[in-house]
């Protein structure tokens, strides 16, 4: 296992200080931490909890008043260990009069990769984040999400081992954010390894093997996602092809107290606005020209093929005419 | 005419390249030294920091800077004990080496690291940063300099292309400096305002390739658009040149200069102190001495040419200038045989189309001597010798230079009577090109040429400086040395460029932009600056100069020592001691400048531009890239 840890960081603290060396705030205090090849790992706190200054010691960005931090076995300040690393920032700060492909042919020459190398590791990324039609135009015109594509394009262009994500579905459309943790979790499987700071907590959630939550600089909390959130307390089931009704909720209720619980809620499961959201713009992709219909005064909601009402707020453009 | 080089400070040569680097070594030593202590202290006050280089190179260059350190403090005990000690100077030395070396150790260990593809890129980056922001544009106010200057330039047809040289040189240099110093400036600290920097820094790139990369990128842009500029300038300065002013500038000369020694030198009042004054009335001499010349020997005359100042003290005669006497020796020149130059000299003019058979019959009829025979046949072999070689000539110049040549053949003596001159008018000599050759009988030891000039003109002054008088060896081409001229605007815009971003990497943009033109502007003014330092300058320090003015006591009297007097020039002690400890700081900017060879027609020389340009500009900013390193290695980027 002690092979198999990728970023290690002990007792590392961060203060900052003015001018004169007064000291200003303790950013981060004796943070110990283990971050495994091939895990999703979130870190998770309140503004100035610490977790963007924690990236920043494990970039070199910023330098340890105490501790350390080991980026594959390597100090953190080492230059040569970014080889291994791809950094996606907060904001894309690239440069905006550059376009798609010469800003990955910068990068890939920061890398010192060799100029076919790095024709066919832009191309190959710009398809990646679906910017093939916008390569050409400096990246000033682009959108935040676009934006945010590129970045997450140079940051994969040395093929990383450890992809270090600051807010990685900031500024991302439902689309895109559910693109961007579908991508983190083709990164895990192909064996990379992934750290992410998000404030979103949904996507954390969504993606992160393990976790660590900071407060005021200090670790709070770190383990597995779904060890953390599970509620030992209470039991959930779901069961299909059933209608609810009060006799059922009573059965129920009446089993749950023989084994000493109480029934707390019984219901229908709505689905997620993300999953709606989804569903709804792929059936828009398919039926083009379908269009929301507002139900009629004493009618269900409806659409003019007569498909199940709820998600597909659609009728065909020219339905009222043909019917 | 008025071609005129003035050159105060005489050009360093490769002769004087081991004491340049000796002095380099001293002065640079110094700050290396109090550099590695300020790091030291800085790291040692200061936790959280990055190591600068390996762990064995930081211990190597810790050991070399303590060894270092020693030396130099021993080297300050041995001066407090006898100042005149070679010891001193070796034990001095060796410190200066060791501190440097010190603290070069963790850039060369860096050197290893850096790759060629990655300085490239951030250079590109650069100058692709440029462009898309429409920087350039700027430089389109040159196009006011080019369509309305010579509305304003006074028009004086042999002044015509100096006018227009040294207008479109400063019109250029401020617009190039300023911008290169603007864009080099705020380069670095726009990349760490907008976090761009964060995007750079985690990949494999070592921060000095930053700093390269930024300097690079700026010095290729600014070089394509200085070229173009001067290109464009060279179009303006060019087109319709007046034929006086081709005459005077549209060349560039290679001159030989010799050594100007003044016998019993005038003083004629002029606080400027560049020339010194001979008269006919003293009889006192300027001696030229050459002490190295090109193969002059196949030519049938070498141009000397001149330009000397007059201070009359009698108005002379309305139109014409005063006449000097222009003497050139060789070694082979004996003065015991004078007597018989002239005579020959005036027999020759008298017979230069005389025969051998006249000669012999002459001599029998006169009975002259038989060396007197011999000689006087040489004579007269070497003008009919000449006559055959330069047939093509006009008679009568033909025949004076035909005189001259046998005469410096036989003697190894030119000598040209009352020759005029002119105030500030460059005129020339036709030295005879036999004067030139070699026959074996020099001393080997003597200097090859004396030019001796004498004043004729009594009542009048004439001002020699030692470029007054030049042997003329070549005539080049002048669009070859209008560029040759640019280089030195372009080693200026390196510095700016170099400087601004050494400062850029720990001060903010505007900051490090005005420290920039401040040392720059400083440079202006070095020697002023270093007057003042040295405590040379007349008038004292800035405490004494404002007691002068308080007081209204002019710079020349000395100042009643009271004790504000002396508290005043104690500070000014303290002042001076500091600004000496800043003098190699400042850029020496005044020797870039080259417009004065181009303006005047005269050839830039290569070697010259090696070795008194670029060679002490590179040792110049050597000092600044290493503090670049050391800043942006120090520094935490997303602080």
């Given at each position: 296992m002690a092979n198999d840890v990728i970023v290690e960081t002990r007792n590392l603290t961060k203060i900052y200080r003015d001018f004169w060396g007064r000291?200003?705030?303790?950013?981060?205090?004796a943070l110990n931490l283990e971050i495994y090849r091939g895990e999703i790992f979130g870190l998770l706190g309140p503004n100035g909890s610490g977790k963007t200054t924690t990236i920043k010691l494990l970039l070199g960005l910023l330098f340890p008043n105490e501790g350390e931090a080991l980026v594959f076995g390597e100090p953190a300040t080492q230059v040569k260990k970014n080889e291994r690393i791809g950094y996606l920032p907060e904001e894309s700060y690239l440069y905006r009069f550059l376009n798609a492909e010469e800003t990955l042919d910068f990068y890939g020459r920061l890398f010192d990769l060799p100029a076919d190398q790095r024709r066919q590791r832009a191309q190959k990324l710009i398809d990646m984040v679906g910017l093939s039609q916008d390569k050409r135009r400096i990246l000033k015109e682009y959108s935040k999400g676009m934006r945010q594509r590129i970045g997450l394009a140079q940051a994969l262009i040395n093929d990383p081992d450890l992809v270090i994500l600051d807010e990685p579905t900031s500024g991302l459309d439902p689309i895109g954010t559910r693109w961007m943790k579908d991508l983190i979790l083709d990164l895990r499987k192909e064996g990379k390894t992934v750290i992410m700071c998000s404030h979103r907590l949904e996507d954390v959630q969504d993606v992160c093997d393990r976790i660590a939550i900071l407060n005021e600089g200090e670790l709070q909390e770190l383990g597995k996602v779904d060890v953390l959130l599970e509620d030992a307390n209470r039991v959930e089931m779901r069961a299909s092809g059933l209608r609810l009704n009060d006799e059922l909720r009573r059965d129920l209720d009446e089993v749950l107290q023989r084994y000493g619980g109480k029934l707390e809620f019984i219901g229908h499961p709505t689905t997620t606005l993300e999953d709606l959201f989804l569903r709804i713009v792929k059936e828009s992709k398919e039926h083009p020209g379908r269009r929301y219909l507002p139900p009629k005064e004493g009618e269900d909601k409806k659409t003019d093929d007569g498909e199940k009402p709820i998600g597909s707020p659609f009728a065909k453009e020219g339905a009222d005419a043909e019917g | 005419m008025f071609a005129v080089l003035v050159i105060e400070r005489e050009p360093l040569t490769w002769a004087q390249l081991p004491g340049m680097v000796q002095l380099w070594i001293e002065g640079t030593g110094v700050y290396a030294m109090a550099g590695l202590v300020l790091v030291v202290l800085f790291r040692a006050l200061r936790p959280a920091n990055a190591p600068l280089c390996s762990a064995p190179i930081w211990k190597a260059t810790l050991f070399l800077g303590s060894v270092s350190l020693l030396l130099l403090a021993a080297a300050g005990v041995l001066y407090a004990a006898d100042?005149?000690?070679e010891n001193r100077s070796w034990v001095f030395r060796s410190g200066c080496i060791g501190a440097i070396t010190a603290v070069l150790l963790p850039i060369l260990e860096n050197l290893f690291s850096l790759r060629w593809r990655r300085i490239w890129a951030l250079a590109i980056i650069s100058f692709k940063e440029a462009i898309r922001r429409k920087?350039?544009?700027?430089?389109?106010?040159l196009a006011l300099v080019f369509l309305f200057a010579s509305w304003y330039l006074p028009y004086t047809p042999q002044y015509q292309l100096r006018s227009y040289v040294n207008t479109v040189y400063r019109a250029m240099t401020p617009l190039l400096i300023v911008v290169a110093g603007l864009l080099a400036a705020f380069s670095i600290p726009a990349d760490l305002r907008h976090q761009t920097m964060h995007t750079i820094v985690t990949k494999p790139v070592e921060r000095f390739e930053i700093v390269l990369g930024r300097c690079l990128g700026y010095i290729l842009l600014m070089t394509l658009v200085q070229f173009v500029i001067t290109a464009f300038s060279l179009v303006y300065v060019a087109r319709g040149v007046d034929p006086a002013a081709a005459e005077e500038s549209y060349k560039a000369r290679v001159p030989v200069f010799g050594e100007l020694t003044v016998e019993r030198a005038k003083s004629?009042?002029?606080?400027?102190?560049y020339r010194k004054y001979i008269t006919a009335e003293t009889g006192n001499r300027a001696f030229w001495v050459f002490h190295e010349l090109p193969?002059?020997?196949?030519?049938?005359s070498v141009r000397c040419e001149f330009e000397f100042d007059i201070f009359r003290t009698t108005k002379g005669v309305q139109g014409r200038g005063i006449y000097c006497t222009f003497v050139f020796e060789t070694p082979r020149w004996n003065s015991k045989r004078l007597n018989d130059y002239n005579i020959d000299r005036e027999w020759l003019s008298a017979n230069l189309s005389a025969r051998e058979a006249d000669v012999r019959a002459q001599s029998e009829r006169e009975r002259w001597f038989p060396e007197t025979l011999q000689r006087r046949l040489r004579l007269i072999q070497t003008i009919q010798a000449f006559r055959a070689q330069t047939e093509k000539r006009e008679t009568s110049d033909r025949d004076q230079l035909a005189l001259a040549n046998a005469l410096a053949d036989e003697y190894g003596r030119y000598e040209l009577r009352s020759k005029e001159v002119r105030d500030y008018h460059t005129l020339f000599i036709d030295a005879p090109g036999r004067l030139f050759a070699k026959k074996g009988d020099e001393t080997s030891d003597r200097p090859p040429l004396f030019v001796i000039v004498r004043c004729e003109s009594p009542t009048q002054y004439l001002g020699v400086a030692e470029h007054d008088l030049y042997l003329l060896a070549d005539e080049r081409s002048f669009e070859v040395n209008f560029f040759k001229g640019a280089i030195g605007l372009w080693l200026r815009i390196c510095l700016v460029i170099t400087v601004a971003i050494a400062l850029s990497t720990y001060l903010t943009g505007v900051i490090s932009f005005l420290v920039t033109m401040m040392l720059y502007l400083a440079g202006l003014t070095a020697n002023f600056i270093q007057s003042v330092a040295e405590g040379t300058i007349q008038g004292g320090g800035p405490l004494e100069s404002a007691l002068r003015l308080a007081k209204q006591v002019n710079p020349l009297v000395p100042l009643d020592q009271t004790p504000t007097t002396r508290l005043f020039l104690g500070v000014d002690e303290v002042f001076r001691f500091v600004m000496r400890l800043f003098l190699n700081v400042i850029p020496d900017v005044e020797r870039h400048d080259l417009t004065n060879y181009v303006a005047n027609g005269f050839d830039i020389p290569v070697g010259q531009l090696v070795v008194d340009n670029v060679m002490p500009l590179v040792g110049y900013l050597i000092g600044w890239m290493v503090v670049g390193f050391y800043l942006l290695k120090s520094r935490e980027i997303a602080a």
């Open positions: 000291q200003k705030k303790v950013a981060l205090r | 100042s005149t000690s920087v350039l544009w700027v430089f389109s106010a004629v009042g002029r606080e400027w102190g193969d002059f020997s196949k030519r049938n």
